[in-house]
Structures are given as structure tokens and as C-alpha cells.
């Protein structure tokens, strides 16, 4: 129940977001015509003088009315942005997406909805659907076993043991300090040699190398656990793994810079509480889901260098990378429904996987301009250079999650 409320509140603020996005570019280009009908005065936002049905200076209606009906009226506009310029976008973006990039790029932006305001919109849409649909993943049963309890808890016992051999061997401990430590490491050596004992008993390993002396023993307990552990792991289903696998050794050579080190402490927590990991990078995908935009960004200009290209702008490449993803967004969140509808999981696999290449291809072709050989071979890079974008823009989510 809370994801479905968590998902209705990110497309309610996904709709608001991007209705203030497109009112405010709205303000900046409107076209006002003047009506005799209209007593003349102030605005009530700037002062400025009312000659139409809005505002000159700021943009602001004539008409302020302060009645329950235009309270929801006002509510169902912002969430819902239904209105003609979305009517006009979303076909457009659908199938012509080249010939929408371009008229949005020489002006006509007064016609549709500008990509920022779509982009936010789908953003908090899919994140809101994904919410709705699934919710969090179970993973309750993610943690450790039973017998990889054992085996860590033989981990901090040797450290518990090694302390105290260093102790007795450093000669400045008094008598009754002698006598405590010499105490500890006898219930320490007590308490892990029962361990491993427990341990081969469970998992049928028999008992030790005979006449093996305990750092040996440990020893070869350590590598059969660990072989246990990781053998595991590749027989237990995913949704049972954990969230993070790496061997001390591996985190041990990353300690080496503050990112590192910041790094493994994530590492640590993400085996403790492998949900909240989860939710951090939940929370982390839709936080800076622009991040997108300035990671594709360069890829279009490398695949789009040319003769025919140098008078291209960067803005008309971010203009196409926001459309782009704005419409992969919201393809997802379609096919997500469909899914949910009953519809044949082979088609959806197959418009997920060959659309978004065939929309690359038509959107390339009509905002560029380019011949159907040329559009086919850059769209060719471009799949390339999206899926190189997207691990890139994951392992910057994994890496805040962790390092948060």
C-alpha cells in the first residue's frame, strides 16, 4: 500500500513539475490578443496595465476566480497537463520524432511542450508507475545463512585471539592482567574450535587436518567457508542474494583513497541493510535522473561530427537527447502497463528492444536531416553510445547509494 501511494504522489508531482516548466517558457513567448469585452485595470500579480486576456508583463490571466470549480480546474491542469500543445507533442514524439525536434529547434515552441517539461514529467511518471506496479523488492531473506554466521563469528574470534596472543607476547601486562588475557585467549580458542567444529558437522566437511596446529586449522576452515559461501551464491536465486559480493582481499585494495574508503564503509552497511541500499538507489535514479541528459549529450556530438554538422549547436543536441529520453521513459512506462494489463511478455520484449533503435533511427533522420544510409549508420553508433550512457549513469547511482 505505501509503494501505491509513494507511486500516485510521484506522477501527481511528476504532472505539477512539468506544468511549471512549460508555464514558465509559456510566459516568456504567449501571444496575446486584445478583447473589447474585457473591463480594463491592473494585474493583480505585477500592477502592470491589462489589455487582453493576460497580462503583457508577466503572463499572468485576467480572470482570477476565486470558486471551488476553479480550484480543481486548476488541480486537474497541473497534474494531468492535458491541454492542446500535449496533443500536438506526444504523436509527433511518437512517430515523426526528428520532424518535432527540429520545428522545436527553429522556433516553434510555443506549439508543443518544451523537452524539460516532458523529461520531468516522465521521470516522476515511470518512477510513480514503477512504484505502483511492484513496489520495493522482499529482501528480508537477502542476509546471511546460518552457516555464514558461523563462519564470521570464527572471523572476529581469530582477531579476538590474535589480540590477545600480542598481548601476553609484548611482556608489560602485571600479574592479574597476565591472568585475564590468558583467560580470554583460552575461551576465545574454546569458543571458535566449537565453531568450526558445528560448522564442518553442518555442512558434512568431517573434522580438521589431524595434527594441524589452529592457525592451520583456521586456515583450512577459511577457504572451505568461503568456498561454501560462494558456491552459494551461485546456486541461491537472485532475488536471495545479496546486494554486494566482494571478498575482504578485493575491498581491502580499495582502501587505498577517500573514495575507496567511503566505498567499502558502503559495502559493509549495504550486507547489513541491503534494503535501504535498495531504496537509496531508488531514491538516487529519479533524484538525478537529468544526469542522463549531460552523459548523452557528448556522444551525440562525436556521432554527429562532420562536414554537413559544424554549424550545428550543442543546444539543438541537448534538445534531441532530452526529447529522446523523455520518450524512452515514457515507452517504458507504457510497456510497464501493458505488462500489468495481461499483455504477451514476448511482445513486450520485442517492441522494448526494437523500437527504441527504430526511433533513434527516425529521430536522427528528420532532426538532422540526413540521408537513410547516413541516419542508419549513426543510429548505429548511437544504440552503441545509449547503452555505454545508461551503465555509466548506473554506476554513478551504485556508487552514491553506497557511498551515501
Known sequence: MTGDIDGIGDIVTGGLAASAVSRAGRRASARHSPDADIEHGLCLNCGA??????????????????????????????????????????????????ELTRRYIHGERARFVSPMALFLFAVFLLFGVASFAGGDPDLGNAGPSVTT??????????????????????????????????????????????LMTGYRTLTGKGVGPTGASREDDYADFMRNADSDYRKALDDAPLSQRPVVNASADELKSLEGSWLGRKVVHGV??????????????????????????????????????????????????????????????????????????????????????????FHMYRQLKGAYRLSRINALIRATFLVVFSLIALTLFVLLLVTAGLVA
Not at 69 to 98: I, M, N, Q
Not at 173 to 192: T, V
Not at 324 to 329: D, E, L, N, R, T
Not at 334 to 351: E, K, Y
Request: with cysteine; proline share 4%.
Open 49 to 98: 496595465v491589462l489589455t487582453g486576456d493576460y497580462c503583457a508583463s508577466c503572463g499572468q490571466s485576467a480572470h482570477i476566480h476565486r470558486s471551488v470549480a476553479a480550484f480543481f480546474h486548476d488541480l486537474l491542469h497541473g497534474v494531468l497537463h492535458f491541454e492542446g500543445k500535449t496533443w500536438r507533442t506526444l504523436p509527433l514524439l511518437a512517430w515523426r520524432p526528428g
Open 149 to 194: 554466521k558461523m563462519a564470521e563469528e570464527v572471523q572476529t574470534l581469530n582477531a579476538e585471539i590474535e589480540t590477545q596472543q600480542a598481548k601476553i607476547a609484548s611482556g608489560t601486562l602485571d600479574a592479574d592482567k597476565l591472568a585475564k588475557a590468558r583467560r580470554s585467549l583460552a575461551e576465545a580458542e574454546q569458543s571458535q574450535q566449537a
Open 268 to 357: 559493509e552497511k549495504a550486507r547489513e541493510n541491503p534494503t535501504l541500499v535498495f531504496y537509496k538507489i531508488k531514491t538516487n535514479a529519479y533524484k538525478f535522473g537529468w544526469a542522463l541528459i549531460p552523459l548523452s549529450v557528448p556522444f551525440v556530438w562525436i556521432i554527429m561530427i562532420g562536414r554537413r554538422m559544424r554549424q550545428r549547436h550543442i543546444y539543438d543536441h541537448m534538445i534531441f537527447t532530452t526529447y529522446s529520453i523523455a520518450f524512452m521513459m515514457l515507452l517504458l512506462v507504457t510497456l510497464m502497463v501493458a505488462l500489468m494489463l495481461g499483455t504477451p511478455t514476448g511482445w513486450i520484449v520485442a517492441v522494448g528492444s526494437l523500437y527504441p533503435p
